[in-house]
């Protein structure tokens, strides 16, 4: 229909297919010194990108360039691709839920009156990350959550707690458990029958994503609901202190734990007509504990006791599609009119292609975060299996086999648009491993060479750029100095976190006019403006309510 026709560009022709490459988590950090893997990696590729001055630039990719409440606020993956799919920016769940418990609009909603319906006779669980990280949830938002649920009647309160360690420092959950333990007795000099009840490692325990390892899910469910884990203590402080003592442990994969009383009888087991709400905002992580919880028919794995009457919520709903949740406290965001829907209504045929850990990033936080596609006849989505093991392991990933399936998808000459989604950048930047992110780095560039050499061959063009950073910066620092924060032992500190850091946007292949340069009017832009930019090089005007457009065709 004619809302939704794309104006031919003036100058850049159609027809010539496009490669959107976005190396995860791949920053332009200002430390260019050892601890910065995308610096110290050798990338001739990438390095050759970067020196075309006309065609290269920097975008900012964080805070509220993609809609988080400030500029502290470090990009991620999620807000990244919304943003990057949809030329726009649009307040994300972080903001969200800040700004419904400031105005109280969280307690007022039909989630919470879902919810409260339990608070009689009945326990409420709260489960959710235990960080500040501000990616999935914020450790401020938890406890005014819980604090307004005692206020409106909550009697008796249970905590399920995964422990971070990848959105803020390993070790940290060792203070957030602490904290939380004094807030709580706080709360339980009020009255309120207030405990921590279980918990485990938010990469071992219930916030798998995509589909990658059910077996996480189903240790949480273990742990959360049934009571039920290898590891029991009397004190939620002594689980984490002592499990992170394992060996291999972390805050990252801490092994999952029960907190049980005097006689050994868990806590805080989830019963028949108890309420059940995920803190989490953000959705990737919290789709499949959701669907344990909210349906009835239900065979990933054997749930043993699924209690009746729930009175279930998310934080958010977490897919659009599916109304998954069917109850939630914050509305989400309402991302349309994406790039994607635009081009198959366009005629544009379109692949998109990532391993297991960033395939729903390309599709569903892409098209504006939905499940499905816009149109199956015009679309390919290729998810390549990802490895199931700490990724610093296995550092190349699956960034050969994505380059593999890009390739063939060029060639078979049926797509206009293909997006590409390199995980490794970024999956074991989370590690926290230098070495293992500087050899994710060098075989991403080897492999986006293949990629982009395949694209001159067929006479296109390609935008490469990155959704945040993350593998540009592998230490903590000094504020002040820069210089890397040591450990008792001398050791310096990784950062598994992404960083603040600014991201490489580069465009060019054979097809490409030799007249397209970055405009210099746009300094300020950040990474919506990409959308609007690989639009036009497939030959089309933005939409006139994106961000502007990185390039000029003069
Ligand atoms: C995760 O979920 O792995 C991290 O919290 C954020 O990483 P991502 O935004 O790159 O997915
Ligand atoms: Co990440």
Same mark, same amino acid.
């Given at each position: ?106 307690f007022k909603g039909d989630g919470f009156a879902h ?122 402080l002594d689980a984490v202190t002592e499990l992170r ?158 380059? +593999? %399936? /890009? #390739? !063939? ?7 206009? $648009? ?5 995980? &490794? ?98 300094? +300020? %832009? /950040? #990474? !919506? ?7 036009? $090089? ?5 939409? &006139? ?10």
């Amino acid at each position: 229909s004619s809302e939704w026709k794309l104006k031919p560009h003036p100058v850049l022709p159609s027809g010539k297919p496009c490669v959107v490459c976005i190396l995860d988590g791949f920053g332009e950090n200002k430390y260019k010194d050892e601890y910065n893997a995308v610096h110290s990696a050798r990338t001739p590729n990438v390095d050759k990108l970067r020196e075309n001055a006309e065609r290269c630039r920097f975008v900012q990719a964080h805070g509220t360039w993609v809609g988080l409440p400030s500029n502290d606020d470090m990009g991620n993956s999620e807000v990244g691709h919304n943003a990057i799919g949809s030329g726009k920016v649009y307040k994300q769940g972080a903001s969200l839920v800040d700004a419904a418990l400031e105005s109280g609009d969280l307690f007022k909603g039909d989630g919470f009156a879902h919810v409260k319906q339990a608070f009689e006779g009945h326990t409420l669980h709260l489960i959710g990350l235990l960080s500040n990280g501000g990616v999935h949830a914020r450790y401020e938002q938890l406890k005014q959550l819980f604090q307004g649920a005692y206020e409106h009647g909550a009697k008796r309160i249970r905590l399920h707690i995964l422990t971070d360690g990848r959105d803020v420092p390993d070790g940290s959950s060792i203070e957030f458990v602490g904290q939380l333990e004094k807030d709580l007795e706080q709360l339980r000099a009020k009255g309120c029958d207030a405990l921590i009840a279980s918990g485990g490692g938010r990469m071992h325990v219930t916030m798998d994503r995509y589909e990658a390892d059910w077996e996480i899910v189903e240790r949480g469910w273990k742990a959360h609901v049934l009571g039920e884990a290898p590891h029991t203590f009397t004190k939620a402080l002594d689980a984490v202190t002592e499990l992170r003592k394992l060996p291999k442990a972390n805050d990252q994969y801490l092994e999952p734990f029960v907190i049980v009383d005097g006689e050994g009888k868990a806590v805080g087991t989830v019963q028949d007509g108890d309420a059940v709400v995920l803190f989490n905002y953000r959705s990737d992580r919290m789709v499949e504990i959701s669907k344990a919880f909210e349906y009835e028919n239900f065979s990933a794995f054997d749930r043993v006791r699924y209690p009746k009457d729930l009175k279930f919520a998310g934080m958010l709903q977490y897919d659009g599609d599916l109304k998954l949740p069917k109850n939630y406290l914050v509305p989400p965001p309402f991302i349309e009119r994406t790039s994607g829907e635009y081009m198959v209504k366009n005629g544009l045929s379109i692949f998109a292609c990532s391993e297991t850990q960033k395939f729903g990033h390309v599709t569903f936080f892409w098209n504006g975060n939905r499940s499905g596609y816009f149109d199956e006849k015009r679309e390919t989505y290729v998810e390549i299996p990802s490895d199931k093991c700490p990724f610093n392991e296995k550092p190349d990933m699956k960034t050969r086999e994505i380059t +593999e %399936a /890009g #390739i !063939a998808a060029l060639k078979s000459g049926k797509y206009d $648009l293909l997006r590409i989604n390199y995980a &490794s950048p970024d999956m074991v930047g989370h590690t926290g491993s230098l070495e293992a992110t500087i050899r994710a780095c060098e075989t991403c560039d080897e492999c986006l060479g293949e990629l982009l050499a395949e694209v001159d061959k067929l006479g296109g063009v390609y935008l490469v750029c990155s959704d945040h950073g993350n593998a540009d910066d592998m230490v903590q620092r000094n504020k002040k100095t820069g210089q890397p924060l040591q450990d008792a032992n001398g050791v310096n500190m990784a950062l598994t976190s992404h960083t603040l850091a600014p991201v490489m946007v580069a465009v060019g292949g054979a097809g490409l006019k030799d007249s397209v340069k970055m405009r210099d009017d746009l300094p +300020e %832009a /950040g #990474i !919506a403006s990409i959308t609007a930019t690989f639009i036009n $090089l497939c030959g089309y005007e933005a939409p &006139s309510d994106y961000c502007p457009t990185l390039i000029k065709t003069d």
